[in-house]
């Protein structure tokens, strides 16, 4: 997800209904994939991560599905709940010290 | 319990100091980072380590210094050559090149 000045994209879904969210990454040669979570004021959470012979990988509640052909990247959240309500962005990595990070997207479930 | 601790959580400073961030980590992690997060933007990297007495610039290093005396401690000083220090700092840890781990974060404000 870009953003655009202050504005994140934003999301908003019923609770209980399944949440999607994407992102787009530009470098062919990343390999590794990571979906984060961060609530107001705290510090981002691990919440899963592919590496690139995979195409998708499953959590509890959660899926990232991964198209290298598009470096497209998208999370799965199933059954959402009113604690899933954060900004979730994604990170990708080449096999160096570095990860580039994307802007994000703020979740808001609606109870 | 392990993790990754930032102190303190909240700092203000005054025109013309410099002043440091601590982070501490138990993970047993060799690689360490500093992030800065503004609103509505990514992550931008400010220094990283890889082992301990080495360090690398990042994005925008300019007007912070860090140190790596100690395998479990990565201290932040932005000194008053930022210009615009008001910011979230983030700190990480990571066992390699894959996966970082976050603390919970130092909100500077500039007075």
């Known amino acids: 997800g870009e953003s655009v000045g202050l504005h994140l994209p934003t999301l908003s879904v019923q609770e209980g209904d399944n949440s999607i969210i994407n992102c787009a990454y530009s470098?062919?040669?990343?390999?590794?994939f990571i979906w984060y979570k961060q609530e107001s004021g705290k510090g981002p959470q691990f919440i899963i991560d592919?590496?690139?012979?995979?195409d998708k990988r499953q959590g509890q509640r959660v899926t990232v599905l991964l198209n290298k052909t598009v470096k497209h990247l998208s999370l799965q959240i199933a059954a959402t709940q009113p604690g899933d309500s954060a900004v979730y962005f994604c990170?990708?990595?080449?096999?160096?010290?570095?990860?580039?990070f994307g802007k994000g997207t703020k979740l808001s479930v609606i109870p | 319990d392990g993790g990754i601790t930032q102190s303190p959580k909240y700092l203000f400073r005054k025109e013309g100091q410099n002043v440091t961030l601590s982070c501490e980590q138990n993970?047993?992690?060799?690689?360490m980072y500093w992030y800065r997060q503004d609103p509505g933007q990514g992550l931008r990297l400010i220094y990283y380590?890889?082992?301990?007495?080495?360090?690398q610039k990042g994005d925008i290093a300019e007007g912070y210094s860090v140190s790596r005396e100690k395998k479990e401690s990565f201290p932040l000083t932005v000194t008053s050559a930022q210009k615009n220090p008001t910011a979230f700092y983030l700190c990480?840890?990571?066992?390699?090149?894959?996966?970082?781990?976050f603390g919970p974060g130092t909100r500077l404000t500039v007075l």
């Open positions: 990480a840890s990571s066992p390699s090149t894959d996966t970082q781990y």
């Open positions: 470098n062919s040669a990343s390999d590794y």
């Open positions: 592919i590496r690139s012979n995979m």
């Open positions: 990170a990708d990595g080449a096999g160096s010290y570095q990860l580039t």
């Open positions: 993970l047993n992690h060799d690689a």
């Open positions: 380590s890889q082992i301990v007495n080495d360090f």
